[in-house]
């Protein structure tokens, strides 16, 4: 089996589910397509750039299916969720598709049966026997070439196309699937409708995996993410993830404690919680401050060195949760907190409210409670309507705040969003050139900012030779999460003959770049 992974955090944990699920079924993965009887790729349909990669990819495996060296081909993730249809009958070679609310289906998709249910006595004890070389997916695609460039409107054929809707077992609700007042409002309102989504399923996703779900971790061993709620009830014009994933629900909370101790035992050392919005997590299972109440269980596992969490919504950091992050030693003094735009017209038509000012003083409490903390935010630029004074405001709005860490998209027009029939719709090149404005701006403010690294003592997580030259190694401190922020190069080990991937020293930084940093180590590992 080969599977690929893409899109965000979120889309790699179902993935790893799926995984799971094939493994246990006695599936062996492969990073070798042309190797593969099963290729799976994991779609993403955040914007247009998402979504595109994701057909080219398809196409890419499609191939190895034309080849005659892949049996079955399955699409899954949110791309089936939102062209189910047109996936099945425009890529013939597609044999199945999983939405992200049927994971479980996986196996039909797949041909193998679906094993009895059975007593798993711990998450990875199962796994453990694979004896698979753990696979970075989305890697093993890249090595492979595709000529495709079509899209989804590639021409109707008549491949074989199990009937998934009916395969499918009946995917249990969790009993926590429970829903928000919030969110059976905004449903109400018609935020999730997807009655004008041809071919898609119209009942919204409600699956939600526990600590017993089998997860085959592709993160590297000292590392990983657990999803602690799925789905969205916020309302922003510009985004069709809760139509994609459904409504907002939390995963029990003893689940999400049980499957950190699981990771732990295993011998992860950093978890990354995960969820659209992570800052609401408990409010449907009647928990006040459920995100705090929650990192001080986990804060308190024995051996985890460190705990973040991604996707925070800025109303809704609370006194409770600084005052949480700034008392655990292992809460990682990080925030990444989305806020898309500072002008508050824009963000008004975004239907997310906020702006400059309160932005700005958001960020002075933050500071003020958690001295040192590292912030990260994105942005959008072009948003419909957005003009140069609105746009110039951002600007102001970036110098001020000065984030260590800041993403920027430029506004996709996607099929289903409340934005789409918005009018004044700004021209992608303005998009594009706003964007590198904003990315520019950023790198002269996180250039200053780096500068200031220069001469501290930090620990941090070595993580293997870099991706760029065996001369160095990279590694992260508490102030990066996985993936998506800068990086630090270590270029002296000190007294030491040779690092361990995975382990924690003490190390200084000696230089610093626009977003990168030079380190030698001090001691350790600790
Ligand atoms: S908070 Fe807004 S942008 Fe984020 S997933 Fe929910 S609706 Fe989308």
Excluded at 149 to 155: F, I, M, Q, V
């Amino acid at each position: 089996m080969g599977f690929i992974s893409l899109g965000c955090p979120k889309n790699l944990v179902d993935s790893e589910v799926m995984m799971g699920l094939l493994d246990r079924a006695g599936a062996r993965l492969t990073a070798h397509p042309e190797e593969a009887e099963i290729l799976i790729v994991n779609t993403c349909s955040f914007i247009d750039t998402a979504k595109q990669e994701s057909v080219d990819t398809i196409l890419e495996m499609a191939r190895y299916k034309a080849s005659g060296s892949a049996k079955r081909l399955i699409v899954a993730g949110c791309l089936v969720e939102r062209y189910r249809d047109e996936i099945r009958k425009s890529i013939p070679e597609v044999d199945a598709v999983v939405g992200t609310g049927e994971l479980e289906s996986i196996l039909e998709a797949a041909g193998l049966a679906r094993p009895q249910v059975i007593t798993v006595p711990g998450l990875f004890n199962i796994l453990s026997g694979s004896g698979q070389a753990e696979v970075r997916p989305g890697q093993e695609s890249r090595a492979a070439t595709h000529k495709h460039t079509g899209d989804l409107a590639r021409t109707v054929g008549q491949g074989f196309s199990p009937d998934i809707e009916s395969a499918r077992p009946a995917v249990a609700l969790a009993p926590e699937a429970t829903s928000r007042p919030e969110g059976d409002l905004r449903e109400r309102q018609g935020r999730f409708s997807r009655d004008d989504w041809q071919g898609a399923t119209h009942l919204l996703p409600t699956y939600l995996y526990d600590e017993s779900t089998p997860r085959f971790l592709t993160t590297p061993r000292s590392s990983a993410y657990i999803k602690i709620a799925e789905g969205c009830d916020h309302p922003c014009s510009f985004c069709v993830i809760p139509n994609l994933r459904g409504k907002f629900r939390s995963r029990r909370f003893e689940s999400v404690v049980a499957e950190a101790r699981q990771l732990v035992a295993r011998g992860v050392r950093e978890i990354t919680l995960i969820g659209q919005d992570t800052t609401c997590y408990g409010e449907d299972l009647g928990l006040k401050d459920g995100l705090a109440t929650l990192l001080d269980a986990l804060a308190g596992i024995e051996g985890l060195r460190w705990l973040r969490f991604l996707y925070a919504y800025p109303n809704r950091i609370t006194g409770r949760l600084l005052e949480t992050i700034a008392r655990h030693d292992n809460l990682c003094k990080y925030l990444d907190v989305p806020l898309q735009h500072a002008a508050p017209s824009v963000l008004k038509r975004m239907k997310r409210g906020g702006g400059a000012d309160i932005f700005l003083k958001t960020l002075e409490k933050v500071r003020a409670a958690v001295p040192g903390i590292a912030l990260r935010t994105t942005f959008i630029t072009g948003f419909p309507g957005e003009s140069l004074r609105d746009f110039e405001l951002l600007e102001e709005f970036i110098k001020e705040a000065k984030f260590d860490w800041l993403g920027v998209f430029g506004y996709s027009d996607e099929e289903g969003s409340g934005a789409f029939s918005l009018d004044a719709k700004v021209p992608r090149r303005t998009i594009e050139a706003r964007k590198r404005r904003l990315m520019k701006l950023q790198q002269g403010i996180s250039k200053r900012a780096k500068q200031q690294w220069v001469g501290r003592e930090l620990v941090l997580l070595a993580e293997g030779e870099s991706e760029e030259t065996q001369l160095l190694w990279e590694g992260r401190t508490q102030f990066h999460a996985p993936e998506i922020d800068g990086k630090v190069y270590i270029n002296d080990y000190g007294d030491l003959a040779a690092l361990e991937p995975g382990r924690f020293y003490k190390a200084q930084i000696t230089e610093a770049h626009e977003y990168d940093v030079v380190a030698h180590i001090r001691s350790g590992p600790l």
